[in-house]
């Protein structure tokens, strides 16, 4: 046996006989030791930052959307109520402000419950047979097919002739409705600013302008633009017989003006994040299919939008994300009105904390958490799951 091997792993004493290699001495241990403390060290003044401003701020206002607190004169006092926060807005004296009113279902309402829970039992169904059960998956996919179908019941409920939705489904409303409109025009914008026409420059420039102002800024811009009275668009108004016409007067007409606005205010966002991914698609596919004789809508359907669709998806989950916390427009804009029509939960959380309910703010920026959480994981897998992954 030559030197060399006696000398790996282990040292032979005999023809038998072997004592093991020492190990790492006691240098070695001690720079080993200090290299992962060092990792922590760094790493600690993070998740300080992290469990100061986030989880900590988090678990007190579930604590104190537990309890009743009143300011005394001897400080604050904290009484516990357990879910009575809660219990008011479902079903106690509150639950018409959250929920809204609800109208007789009529024919078209049971149609499109029923087109909604079919979805969500195949679905289900479809879970099931495929052979990847979980409980976490069996758990999860069981709330949110009675999660949507609950939504969905509310929804053609209150917002059926007759009823009246609350800030619940005004919140929801605003999140779809804007979502929808803001990646339609996006999208379009950013195709017609990848096909090289004259001025585009400019225009892309032009489109991030809206990004540019304050939410404060685009409520009032809006405010003065829907003024029929006195506002900038007052010749128009007068032409079609609108002057002196409040918006804020019919429900819709104040909530599409809401709407109107955070769509101009958010789709450069949603159009910047799409020119960007479409103009990093490779072009090797798109020449291949021309020269395979497919047109502009086969090209887009087949090839680009599965390009761009897991940039859509983290686009839409931001979007979404930011939505649900829209306050300014509404409060600036409509003030509420009429009434609590174009109230969301943000501003119903303000509203009521400015009323000293502080319990009971809570409570609704909770069930917003819980909601926003819901719908954002919802999408991410019936949507991100199905034509990301698959």
């Known amino acids: 046996m030559s030197v060399g091997d006696q000398t790996q792993g282990s040292a032979q004493v005999g023809p038998n006989l072997e004592v093991p290699a020492s190990g790492p001495g006691l240098w070695e241990r001690l720079v080993d030791r200090l290299d992962r403390a060092a990792g922590s060290a760094f790493i600690l003044p993070a998740v300080l930052v992290i469990l100061c401003l986030s989880i900590f701020p988090l678990v007190i206002s579930l604590y104190i959307s537990l309890v009743r607190l009143q300011f005394v004169s001897s400080g604050i006092q904290l009484t516990f109520v357990g879910l009575d926060n809660y219990a008011k807005l479902l079903v106690g004296i509150d639950h018409v402000h959250f929920l809204g009113q609800a109208a007789p279902p009529s024919a078209i309402s049971w149609i499109v419950v029923g087109l909604v829970v079919g979805t969500a039992v195949v679905l289900f169904a479809r879970y099931l047979r495929g052979g990847r059960l979980s409980p976490g998956g069996l758990v999860g996919r069981i709330i949110v097919t009675v999660g949507l ?22 919140t929801l409303v605003y999140v779809f409705v804007d979502i929808t409109f803001q990646y339609i025009l996006g999208l379009g914008l950013a195709m017609l600013c990848v096909q090289h026409l004259p001025g585009q420059r400019f225009f892309r420039v032009v489109f991030l302008l809206p990004m540019m102002i304050t939410p404060v800024g685009v409520a009032y811009l809006f405010r003065m633009l829907a003024d029929t009275s006195i506002g900038p668009l007052y010749p ?26 955070d769509i101009w205010e958010w789709t450069p966002f949603i159009f910047i994040v799409l020119l960007a991914a479409l103009e990093s698609q490779s072009i090797e596919p798109l020449e291949a299919a021309v020269v395979d004789g497919a047109n502009r809508w086969q090209i887009f359907w087949e090839i680009t939008l599965p390009d761009i669709l897991p940039v859509s998806t983290t686009v839409v989950l931001i979007r979404m994300i930011e939505a649900f916390k829209i306050i300014d427009l509404p409060n600036v804009l409509t003030n509420g009105g009429p009434g609590t029509a174009t ?16 319990g009971g703010s809570a409570a609704v920026a909770y069930i917003l958490l819980l909601t926003s959480t819901f719908c954002c994981l919802a999408f991410a897998n019936l949507v991100r799951r199905r034509f990301v992954e698959g």
Do not use: K
């Open 149 to 170: 179908c609950t939504l969905a019941w509310l929804a053609v409920t209150t917002l059926a002739p007759g009823g009246r939705p609350g800030t619940l489904m005004v």
């Open 343 to 358: 109230e969301s939960l943000t501003l119903h959380a303000y509203t009521i904390w400015r009323a000293l309910d502080i």
């Open 236 to 261: 128009i108004w007068s032409a079609l017989g609108l002057s002196n016409t409040s918006w804020v007067e019919n429900a819709w007409g104040a909530r599409a003006a809401v709407m109107i606005g």
